[in-house]
């Protein structure tokens, strides 16, 4: 089983960045899938939950209205859509199903 995070980066505040986690080794149709982070040297958080059927879709509160979560079956691939960037939401972002994680992609906003 393997989850590959990309597309973090440097973004200036009030930026964008798409992030995308491809995971083989699953059936990635049924899974229910999370995206978490963990800004440096605090505890990992929740971001965004999405389900395989439907999707129904989760954001949590400090990024809600701002970053969005997507999937592609077909490309067994799964995305969240970062607008409006602050230096808070500064972290590495995981992709995680089951007890399966990512090795995490660095998000840095800053000035």
């Known amino acids: 089983v393997q989850l590959v995070e990309s597309g973090g980066g440097w973004v200036q505040p009030g930026g964008s960045l798409n992030l995308t986690c491809v995971v083989s080794?699953?059936?990635?149709?049924?899974?229910?899938m999370y995206w978490y982070r963990q800004p440096l040297g605090k505890e990992r958080e929740l971001v965004a939950r999405?389900?395989?059927?439907?999707?129904?879709?989760w954001i949590e509160d400090p990024v809600k209205g701002r970053f969005t979560v997507s999937r592609d079956n077909d490309k067994n691939s799964l995305y969240l859509h970062m607008n409006k960037l602050e230096v808070d939401d500064t972290a590495v972002y995981y992709c995680?199903?089951?007890?399966?994680w990512g090795q995490g992609t660095q998000v840095t906003v800053s000035s």
């Open positions: 995680k199903t089951a007890q399966y």
């Open positions: 080794g699953l059936d990635f149709g049924r899974m229910y």
């Open positions: 999405i389900t395989a059927p439907g999707p129904t879709k």
